[in-house]
């Protein structure tokens, strides 16, 4: 019994192996997140170079919506916010509002951002058939994400304010990338992609604006 007593105090005095730092599990991570930018920019650069090819591609891999929204639209979705936190604090805009509203604004970005781009993804479903294409969730979804990849890496221009008006051309890119990618997942006739992409680019413009409003409000 003495032993057994030892031997518990010993165990509640050994810290959790959860709690100690993990060299190979840090390293496993940071190869992980590596990976991923890697193949955020390789995306981003196919969609551009070859984006017929490219969207064949993104139609053929087996996914799901959460996994398109947490594992790629989530990370993209913090470039905007967080070069903005940086920029607005080495351009000293930061002294005008206090650091924890500016966090909170910028996690509040954030969420809506992913937001904005499952409903983006909603609105490609449902214009499908008004623009003679097939419905398709999955597809819809995909073409949300992948096509917004140019305006969310275009917020690294954020850490200096005064290079803001290049993000216009990423929202050129945006419509050009998804212009090609609605014949090849949602079906569209070639020749009313370029008006269906036109609109819901419209439609996503006015619902950004209307939800960012609400965000600065709660922010």
């Not at 969310?152 to 008006?165: E, H, I, R, T």
């Amino acid at each position: 019994m003495p032993e057994e007593k030892s031997m518990s105090a010993d165990n509640e005095n050994t810290p959790p192996k959860g709690h100690r730092f993990n060299v190979e599990e840090a390293r496993a991570r940071a190869e992980q997140a590596l990976r991923k930018s890697e193949f955020i920019l390789s995306r981003a650069y196919g969609l551009l170079r070859e984006p017929k090819k490219e969207w064949e591609q993104i139609k053929a891999e087996e996914t799901t919506i959460p996994r398109i929204l947490i594992g790629y639209v989530a990370p993209l979705a913090a470039i905007p916010p967080v070069c903005d936190l940086i920029g607005s604090a080495l351009f000293n805009r930061l002294l005008t509002i206090e650091p924890g509203e500016a966090l909170v604004r910028a996690v509040v970005t954030w969420v809506v951002s992913i937001g904005l781009v499952y409903f983006l993804g909603v609105l490609v479903n449902v214009l499908a058939d008004t623009f003679d294409g097939d419905r398709n969730e999955l597809n819809a979804q995909k073409i949300a994400a992948y096509s917004l990849t140019p305006s969310f890496l275009s917020g690294v221009f954020s850490l200096w304010p005064p290079l803001w008006w290049i993000s216009l051309f990423a929202l050129a890119a945006m419509v050009y990338i998804m212009h090609r990618g609605l014949p090849i997942l949602m079906k569209s006739p070639e020749d009313r992609a370029l008006s269906y992409a036109a609109s819901v680019t419209v439609a996503a413009l006015v619902a950004a604006i209307v939800l960012f409003s609400l965000a600065s409000c709660v922010a």
